[in-house]
């Protein structure tokens, strides 16, 4: 008998499509409620960054709109980058933050419990560019390097001030909108939570941290969505051979 993982998105969106498939599906679609392409998320470009946010540019009801982000958690491994670091696609001053050297030998435990930060200090070109530091294309090119680099790393950011919506903002395609902030595609969301979900939820079991689907899931509803647990089922039923 096949099983659905359902895919349970958080946000006020249309019921999802009944399964007629008989192969393993997962409800990766976001039919959203009304024709609009786009997904908001709280987010915080630095650490007094604020926005606010409601799904859709024509909801003025302040009550629906989303806290902004908290400030920097106290003690975090703060990483500082600069206009040099990310011409040059140089990881060093994040591995001289956290001691990440090799990310192989990274261990999650300290990190989960100071958690990551960004301070990006850009120069830009052109003082009068209105655009944010996530639609800067020599910015968003060092933060997929060091996603490459570091894949689980989502999970270790200073979720509470943000930082885990900015570092999504630097991978996943988004508008910017005067009252909402940044505006993510829902489809390119939906796709990156889920490759995290996997990544961290192996990396985390790989290492022993209880419970690893519990901070998978946490990590998915920082931005949006809610997990099923048959999801990790199957990846237990189911797991690759080493």
């Known amino acids: 008998m096949a099983t659905t993982i359902r895919?349970?998105?958080l946000l006020p969106l249309s019921p999802l499509p009944k399964q007629t498939n008989s192969?393993?599906?997962?409800?990766?679609?976001?039919?959203?409620?009304?024709?609009r392409r786009y997904v908001a998320v709280s987010v915080?470009?630095?650490?007094?960054?604020?926005?606010?946010?409601?799904?859709?540019d024509d909801d003025d009801d302040?009550?629906?709109?989303v806290s902004p982000?908290?400030?920097p958690t106290k003690g975090r491994f703060d990483v500082v980058i600069d206009n040099d670091t990310i011409s040059r696609l140089d990881l060093s001053p994040f591995q001289a933050a956290t001691g990440m050297?090799?990310?192989?030998?990274?261990?999650p435990h300290e990190f989960l419990e100071r958690s990551i930060g960004f301070t990006i200090n850009y120069t830009r070109p052109d003082p009068r560019d209105p655009r944010e530091l996530s639609e800067y294309p020599d910015i968003r090119l060092w933060f997929v390097r060091l996603d490459a680099t570091y894949p689980w790393l989502p999970v270790l950011l200073d979720w509470k001030a943000g930082e885990l919506a900015r570092y999504a903002a630097m991978l996943v395609p988004h508008q910017m909108n005067?009252?909402?902030?940044?505006?993510?595609?829902?489809?390119?969301?939906?796709?990156?939570?889920?490759?995290?979900?996997f990544i961290v939820y192996s990396?985390?079991?790989?290492?022993?941290?209880?419970?690893?689907?519990?901070?998978?899931?946490?990590?998915?509803?920082?931005?949006?969505?809610g997990i099923g647990g048959e999801l990790y089922d199957l990846v237990e039923n189911y797991p690759l051979e080493e």
């Open 178 to 197: 005067m009252k909402m902030g940044v505006v993510f595609n829902p489809e390119a969301l939906e796709l990156f939570v889920m490759n995290k979900v």
């Open 23 to 35: 192969s393993l599906t997962s409800c990766l679609s976001l039919p959203i409620s009304r024709p």
């Open 62 to 65: 302040d009550e629906s709109k």
């Open 101 to 107: 050297k090799n990310p192989l030998s990274v261990k």
């Open 7 to 9: 895919f349970k998105p």
């Open 69 to 71: 982000p908290l400030p």
């Open 44 to 56: 915080a470009f630095n650490p007094q960054g604020n926005f606010d946010v409601s799904l859709f």
């Open 203 to 225: 990396w985390l079991k790989h290492h022993n941290i209880p419970k690893p689907e519990l901070k998978a899931n946490n990590m998915a509803r920082m931005l949006g969505f």
